[in-house]
């Protein structure tokens, strides 16, 4: 029988591998977006909802991926994805003020 920490972990990985799978599809919705033809998204809702998407999924992946690895390995993991965080708000903040 697993125990609760095992159970977490799997959740918590399940939890990241989902938001690392949403901030690729937002950020390249956001950035094709902001430097595509104009007549692709003319509202530029696409940017807006793409931005507002990658920094949200960013933030989760931060949180959930130290949990799903082992206590050893947490500390490095949290500052890969706090760096992540950071690049991904620097970088999506800057299309959308831009645009």
């Known amino acids: 029988m697993p125990t609760m920490s095992r159970v977490g972990r799997v959740l918590a990985g399940a939890v990241a ?14 950035g094709a977006s902001r430097f595509g033809p104009a007549d692709r998204d003319p509202h530029g809702f696409g940017l807006i909802l793409g931005a507002v998407l990658a920094i949200a999924a960013a933030v989760v992946l931060a949180a ?21 965080l950071v690049v991904v708000v620097v970088l999506v903040v800057a299309a959308v003020l831009t645009a």
């Open 17 to 30: 591998v989902v938001a690392a799978t949403v901030l690729p599809l937002a950020a390249w919705t956001a």
């Open 64 to 84: 959930a991926a130290p949990l799903a690895v082992p206590a050893g390995q947490r500390p490095r993991v949290q500052v890969l994805g706090a760096s992540l």
